[in-house]
């Protein structure tokens, strides 16, 4: 199994909010979120069709 190398932020800050204050969060030496490089998905799609009634003249 390969294993990837930690990345590390050198210099981050971001803001984050708590309650109605909003404060900029230092994360610098803090580890980069594991991001895949493969992402899979499903989807199903349905379509139901209602006919009107016909109409005899």
């Not at 204050?21 to 899979?40: A, L």
């Amino acid at each position: 199994m390969r294993t990837l190398p930690d990345y590390t932020y050198d210099n981050f800050t971001e803001p984050v909010r708590v309650g109605r204050v909003v404060n900029n969060m230092d994360r610098s030496g803090n580890t980069v979120p594991f991001i895949p490089k493969h992402q899979y998905g499903v989807s199903i799609n349905w379509q139901f069709l209602i006919l009107p009634p016909s109409v005899d003249i």
